[in-house]
């Protein structure tokens, strides 16, 4: 999937994201970025303290990715990956599940 999408799926074996987890993918997806030395990407984080670890911090700080932290009771409102990634990610995953259950 990972090839096919041009994406990358995260995990470990407790099941939680953590700090390590942060770091992959602020390298992952914004290390690279053409003109990153002299255009910032703003990144919105909720306030998860894997999120805010000092190292992810200093990494994102050192790739130009300027981080934002929406306040615990805010989060709701910007979740705009649950409707544009989210969604079609678990539509096409049910799909396939589905199909290999027939």
């Known amino acids: 999937m990972e090839a096919k999408f041009n994406g990358r799926v995260y ?43 000092e190292e992810a911090v200093a990494y994102a700080t050192s790739i130009n990715v300027v981080l934002a932290r929406i306040p ?4 709701w409102i910007c979740q705009p990956a649950d409707v544009a990634w989210n969604r079609p990610l678990k539509s096409r995953l049910r799909d396939n ?3 290999l259950l027939r």
């Open 72 to 75: 615990p009771t805010l989060t």
């Open 97 to 99: 599940w589905i199909d």
């Open 11 to 53: 995990g470990n074996p407790t099941a939680w994201w953590n700090g390590s987890i942060s770091l992959s993918f602020l390298e992952f997806h914004f290390s690279e970025l053409p003109d990153r030395e002299t255009k910032p990407v703003l990144l919105l984080w909720d306030d998860f303290s894997a999120h805010w670890t």
